[in-house]
């Protein structure tokens, strides 16, 4: 579904991506992995278009998004559902007005059907009885179930994570962990995953790529990945100080 081919980018002169080269497969989970500052999200916004590259494709279903306009571009954004890190809900509006926020923008629908949907998507993340409420009365793990039913709302074929779990504890990590994988095998969508949650990894994915430097590390299965004996895989899934990841 989505191909990244020789992609490069720069900021200030520090090289982010050296020329990457990865394949997201249609209907399954990628895992994006690597530790802080090492690009994770900057590939996540080469994927829905935020940033262009220095040079290289992003090829969605076969579109280089990197080569159309702003209107072949929201064309392309229509697949996409974002789930950001730490949900970046609309302080000032409701949970229902979160989630409702882009059919009501995007869509001719009425407010009885945006409703309607806004209530089934909430109850899809396992939450009830929840729209009337702002977002600081909610616990951090409702919030990022807030924030999927939002990603949710608009039917979207693939859904972006970015550090789903980032500041939970254990056990609302691996609640959030189920709820990702159990939306991509009830839905059928293609979920994309940046994260450093080792656990989470084994439960949700069914590719892994591993960025360091600049470049993808490693790329295969969750159980390549517990097999592998690359020393940056080894150092990262052990999270040891000693190895070729230095710490800066």
Do not use: C
Not at 152 to 169: F, H, K, N, S, V
Not at 185 to 205: F, M, N, Q, W
Not at 229 to 234: G, P, Q, S, T
């Amino acid at each position: 579904m989505i191909e990244l081919k020789n992609l490069t980018k720069s900021f200030n002169g520090k090289k982010v991506l050296n020329g990457i080269n990865l394949t997201i497969e249609k209907g399954k989970t990628t895992v994006i992995i690597g530790g802080s500052g090492q690009g994770k999200s900057v590939i996540l916004k080469h994927i829905i278009g935020l940033i262009k590259p220095d040079s290289g494709e992003v090829l969605v279903e076969g579109v280089d998004i990197t080569k159309v306009d702003d209107m072949g571009l929201n064309e392309v954004r229509k697949k996409f559902g974002f789930l950001f890190q730490f949900a970046a809900l609309f302080d000032s509006m409701t949970v229902g007005e979160n989630v409702g926020f882009g059919l009501k923008e995007k869509t001719k629908m009425s407010q009885e059907e945006i409703d309607k949907i806004v209530r089934e998507k909430l109850h899809d993340v396992g939450l009830k009885d929840v729209e009337d409420k702002m977002p600081s009365e909610l616990s951090g793990g409702m919030k990022r179930r807030v924030g999927l039913a939002r990603a949710l709302a608009m039917d979207p074929e693939i859904i972006i994570y970015d550090e789903p779990t980032t500041g939970l504890d254990p056990i609302l990590s691996d609640a959030i962990n189920h709820l990702i994988k159990d939306t991509q095998e009830r839905l059928g969508v293609t979920s994309i995953v940046a994260s450093h949650d080792i656990p989470g990894i084994y439960k949700i994915a069914h590719q892994v790529a591993l960025i360091h430097g600049g470049d993808i590390k490693f790329h295969g299965t969750s159980q390549e990945l517990k097999s592998s004996k690359d020393l940056y895989v080894v150092q990262f899934l052990s999270g040891s100080a000693e190895g070729p990841i230095k710490i800066v």
